[in-house]
């Protein structure tokens, strides 16, 4: 079982910064932040592999957003800079222990563990 404990949400101006962890207990293949509004699907922002590093991200998000993992520490992170208002969301921290094709990488039915979700929110 993959336990995730996500932290460093909060409230930012536009073109702040914020940076969000998570710290994973278990094997994984996979951990991706996703985000989602009211409303809306959960929208994968960003991945990355546990064994090799290699990331994708979002198109949204490109140039803004990094995700970078601490094995040791058993942590992912996400450094969010120049937040606009359309990144205002509930983050959540996701895993996967299994292969995920790559047109699924991003994808919210391809994890199987979630943290809790952490607010982040932008003020114009």
């Known amino acids: 079982q993959v336990q995730l404990v996500e932290s460093g949400g909060g409230s930012v101006q536009a073109g702040g910064s914020l940076r969000l962890s998570c710290v994973v207990f278990?094997?994984?293949?996979?951990r991706c932040w996703f985000r989602q509004t009211p409303g809306k699907e959960r929208e994968g922002v960003a991945v990355i592999y546990t064994n090799g590093g290699a990331t994708a991200y979002a198109d949204s998000v490109k140039g803004r957003f990094t995700i970078s993992q601490d094995i040791a520490k058993n942590t992912v992170s996400l450094q969010m800079n120049n937040l606009g208002p359309e990144d205002a969301a509930m983050y959540y921290c996701?895993?996967?222990?299994?292969?995920?094709?790559?047109?699924?990488?991003?994808?919210?039915?391809?994890?199987?563990?979630w943290g809790q979700g952490t607010q982040v929110t932008v003020s114009s």
């Open positions: 278990g094997y994984t293949r996979y």
């Open positions: 996701a895993a996967s222990g299994r292969y995920v094709v790559l047109g699924d990488i991003m994808s919210a039915a391809a994890y199987q563990y």
